[in-house]
């Protein structure tokens, strides 16, 4: 990597915060998803008690914990950070979840996410955009996916909200997974 880039790459990831880090490995730092957004992400999606929710780059698993806290859900996190995956387990335990929610180190392109009702990212556009053949084929119909932040590029939302948190607004995306036969994409 050259000087420039290099600087632009530690400029980059700087600048996302304190609770920015880059796991070896990962793809996208580590940021926290605000409470705020959380709520409003699942909110969306609509989740209820017969729901299994995965997180895919699922941090320190507040996602999840929220589905099964707040909304009955059962869950599942992905993420590639084993450090963050034994913090989220230990969490969900305290969060009286445990036995609804589980926590797996990961690749999310790897991960099997037939049993999935809801997909939640908060990612990348271009990792969006290269998740997005993986959950068309193996999310059901009716199946839902939000997304904080970044959209799906041609793939229209079905819905989108502006949520604010702290200093700043974030877009949460809602698309709702077509029957195989309208699955142009």
Known sequence: MRGRSRIALLVGIALVGGAG???PGAEVPYVQTPTEV????LRLAGVNGNDIVYDLGSG????????ARDFGARGVGIEIDPQLVAQSAESARRAGVGTRVRFSAGDLFETDLSDATVVTLYLSPELNLRLRPKLLRELRPG????SHDFDMGDWPPSQTIRVASRDRVSNVF???VPPKTARAR
């Open 60 to 67: 320190d698993g507040r996602l999840v914990i929220a589905a």
């Open 38 to 41: 959380v709520t409003e992400m």
């Open 21 to 23: 880090c880059l796991y």
């Open 174 to 176: 809602l698309w709702v």
């Open 143 to 146: 199946s839902r996916i939000v």
